[in-house]
């Protein structure tokens, strides 16, 4: 019951800025899609760093720090990292594409800036937007399906883990149906703070079980320790104390209350008071961590901890050339593509009041994408060191679902210790689970209100916008309910854990879903000209090209259990992707002459 009323408090702080920023009603789409209200760099720094710690992530994270291999998740962090700030070299015709589009209140969608690029027909829109649905609907059901199997153990009844997917996909309403985007990146933002809270409180508790042990420490838990003791430090030097974004929430005039407008109100006000508590609160969890981490590593001695750790990353991998290779190219490119990148910089955009977010604040805009990168690459290195320490604390070796087993014994064990390791561990898995399911949410029915109805719709004049915006959140929510049913049957066809290799499986079949637009998007990005653009039947066989190979990849394993076709779906997409984009490219070459006579 006190774990219940823990993680009910933690979540519901996070629904106040949600419907602090409400309104009535919109007159524009942008205001509930993008954002209604001004929006601090530090809230879309804060939401993007949130929605990038997946339990999809997580999950392989966590199983290959359990077992001491930590190449994959070097490879994959540092990957991220690079993604991002390619995302930010390219990103002077992203950022004037919404620049126009925010303006005449059209589509700020990667659809629309592919479908403008390569013909500007409706067609691509529609394709591209439809996978891009697709892919994120998948993606909050399977973060949903991987937090109710760790709670599964808790609850300890039959139909737990449905029963659990079907109360967080409601929760997911509650936070992102509201107020909007606004209300998704106020919230994710402020439950970024939490999952830092959990995260580093129960590192603090393992690592004390785990120095009053007496057993000796192996090479890859030295190396655990020592990356946690650099990235605290990291954190307590470039954060601050500053975690979670203290800004005000002034109430936006929207002819509800008048009285209340361009003032803060005060559940704000006691939100902020919360926030600048739970800062403090995280500083002091770090440096916890840290100094607990250097009093082991001070007792092993420099030359020890040196050797044990150059050990460890000598080990090698038990991941073959092509998992490695689908952990580089995945979250390289994946950022590019991702909506809710553009979804939030359109946000950042909109703040500039007629300037180009690349000259109204290139110092905060450097500071978004930088801690972006920099913090989400350390986060996903540091999940993968708390990964070795559970299973070092707990005495068990890493398996295929480590993760699920780690929390029964914890629920097994009956002592302070385990249980505060527990519900900390238990409030940082909801705070992600339900910062990336909000986010996908609102990026989704983003791209069905933009993208999507328009293409459905027989007028001639845009209908009302709560019209629009209640069919698109409507839409979005039946998409859920059917990838939540696919879900049902293939978990009872062929039962799999979070970490396990069919849930990646789904998960790559999802990402893959979107990677065939990368060449679509850096053609144009890089050259800056026409000279990158393809015809609209071109770029629909890019996109057909690139999904139906990644995809069916996927589905071979399924169907196999040959995981060589596992590792291939992302380099076979991407591959494929751009193989017939250079087909276009030199198609389109040659017929220009022809056409210039």
Known sequence: MALFAFLVVSLGICLVPVYAVRRRGYARAQDYFISGEHTPPG?????????????????????????????????SSCSFGLGVCLLYLVRRPMLEFLDRALHRDRSVTIHQFIARQHGNDLRVRVLASALTVFALTGLIVG??????????????????TFAIMGGLLALTALYAMPSGNSGVMRSAQAQLGIVYFGLFGSTMLLLYLLMSGVRAMPPHGTLAIAFVAVCCALMLCYRR??????????????GSDDAASGRELLDSQLFRRFAKILNFCISVLVATVMVLALMELYAEGVPAVLRDSAAALQTGTRVPTTGLVALLLLPLFYPLVDITN???????????????ASTWQPAALRRIFGIYAFETAL????????????????????????????????????????????????????????STMSSAFSASVCAIRYDILPAFSAEKTPPVEEATRGRAVTAGGALC????????????????GFNGSGFLAL?????CAQLSFVPLVLGPMIGR?????????????VIGCGAVVGVGSVAIYLTSGNESWLWAAVPASLGSSFLVFMVARLATTSAAPHLAT
Not at 152 to 160: E, L, R
Not at 531 to 541: D, E, R
């Open 43 to 75: 809230v879309v720094q804060n939401s993007s760093v949130a929605y990038a710690l997946q339990m999809a992530i997580f999950g392989p994270l966590f199983a290959w720090g359990a077992s001491g291999d930590f190449w994959p998740a070097i490879v």
């Open 143 to 160: 973060e949903a399906f991987a937090a109710a199997t760790l709670l599964a153990p808790i609850v300890a009844t039959d139909a737990a």
């Open 241 to 254: 104390s500053k975690y979670v974004d203290t800004s005000p929430i002034i109430k936006v005039a929207d």
């Open 342 to 356: 553009w979804q939030r910089m359109a946000a950042f955009e909109q703040n500039a009041d007629g300037k180009s």
């Open 379 to 434: 986060v996903w290195l540091f999940m993968c060191m708390f990964g070795a320490i559970a299973a070092l604390s707990m005495g068990t070796p890493g398996a295929a679902n480590f993760v699920q087993d780690f929390v029964q014994q914890l629920v097994l064990q009956e002592n302070f210790i385990a249980g505060g390791a527990l519900s900390l561990l238990l409030v940082a898995v909801l705070a992600i689970v339900l």
């Open 481 to 496: 309910l059917a990838i939540f049913g696919a879900f049902y049957a293939v978990g009872a066809y062929r039962p799999m």
């Open 507 to 511: 998960l790559f079949a999802f990402y």
């Open 529 to 541: 000209t026409r000279a990158g653009a393809v015809s609209p039947g071109w770029t629909l066989g």
